[in-house]
């Protein structure tokens, strides 16, 4: 088995593991109110969080503002405009794309 495959069934593993240590420690009782609201907004804060590093970083950990920065701006007018995902994809990947050919 390689390297890579070996990898995957850990990190598969270790995934099950977390996933089954919620339910386990428990016992079966439901999660504090507060706590509930407190995990729901984990996953928008860590995208959020995702976006801003892939937008900004670069590879020696410097603010890079460059055509990402159109790109998501540009997501972001075609979200307010409560367009389809697709739609708020396509417009990002043009965007960015006509961003790069001119500079």
């Not at 307010?80 to 994809?89: A, D, G, N, T």
């Amino acid at each position: 088995m390689s390297a890579a495959w070996i990898t995957i069934a850990a990190l598969a593993a270790g995934t099950i593991a977390i996933k089954a240590a919620g339910p386990i420690a428990l016992g079966g009782r439901p999660l504090p109110a507060r706590l509930n609201r407190v995990i729901m907004l984990l996953a928008p804060s860590l995208l959020a969080a995702l976006v801003a590093v892939e937008t900004f970083g670069a590879p020696d950990r410097e603010l890079v503002i460059d055509a990402r920065l159109a790109g998501v701006a540009a997501a972001g007018v075609a979200l307010l405009l409560r367009q389809s995902m697709i739609v708020i994809v396509v417009v990002a990947a043009i965007v960015t794309a006509v961003t790069r050919a001119i500079t």
